[in-house]
T-cell receptor
Framework: ETGVTQSPTHLIKTRGQQVTLRCSSQ?????VSWYQQALGQGPQFIFQ???????GRGNFPPRFSGLQFPNYSSELNVNALELDDSALYLC????????????FGSGTQLSVL | GDSVTQMEGPVTLSEEAFLTINCTYT??????LFWYVQYPGEGLQLLLK?????DKGSNKGFEATYRKETTSFHLEKGSVQVSDSAVYFC?????????????FGAGTRLFVKA
């Protein structure tokens, strides 16, 4: 059984650029959610995808968008990067109906200069 | 709005001491409550959960009881070990009109000394 994997592990971008982060769900999981974790803070919920559609969203602007693919892998896209977007981005997968049992990846550390 | 507040750290204890990490919440719905743990160099992992009032979640000697009347979900362990040193996050989740929602607290770092 493979766990949740995220790529890349580290990324450096400049303000105004666009970035795509990737996540492969744990085997058998059909729901994926994304989180932003600033240094010293708890994860903040960005959105969740189920059956390739957004299934819930936190307080993030539209420049944060996502995709879920038929194989349940997922992407997080962030347009017009701002300095405050620098953070650890976490992906978590779960089974539909078992949202409380999240399995997290190790994250992508994004630095915006 | 919905929120989770947990005690600030770091918390430093000696081995075999009693641990309490306080967590309170506000929510418009009827959330499930969780404790997640992040060991050094590792990803977040679910420690325990409770899905309704008066439920007690337990795992690895840790316990927390869902107290609706005090909107609390305090984490306790009777005798901590050095290996319990980690960051602990309290969280809630529910399905609302806008779909799935989850909120994490800021985390409490625990250091256990031998």
């Amino acid at each position: 059984e493979t766990g949740v994997t995220q790529s890349p592990t580290h990324l450096i971008k400049t303000r105004g650029q666009q970035v795509t982060l990737r996540c492969s769900s744990q085997s058998g999981h059909n729901t994926v959610s994304w989180y932003q974790q600033a240094l010293g803070q708890g994860p903040q919920f960005i959105f969740q995808y189920y059956r390739e559609e957004e299934n819930g969203r936190g307080n993030f602007p539209p420049r944060f968008s996502g995709l879920q693919f038929p194989n349940y892998s997922s992407e997080l896209n962030v347009n017009a990067l701002e300095l405050d977007d620098s953070a650890l981005y976490l992906c978590a997968s779960s089974l539909a109906g078992e949202n409380e049992k999240l399995f997290f990846g190790s994250g992508t550390q994004l630095s915006v200069l | 709005g919905d929120s989770v507040t947990q005690m600030e750290g770091p918390v430093t204890l000696s081995e075999e001491a009693f641990l309490t990490i306080n967590c309170t919440y506000t929510a418009t719905g009827y959330p499930s409550l969780f404790w997640y743990v992040q060991y050094p160099g590792e990803g977040l992992q679910l420690l325990l959960k409770a899905t309704k009032a008066d439920d007690k979640g337990s795992n690895k000697g840790f316990e927390a009881t869902y107290r609706k009347e005090t909107t609390s979900f305090h984490l306790e362990k009777g005798s901590v070990q050095v290996s319990d040193s980690a960051v602990y996050f309290c969280a809630l989740s529910y399905i609302g009109t806008g779909g799935f929602k989850t909120i994490f607290g800021a985390g409490t770092r625990l250091f256990v000394k031998a």
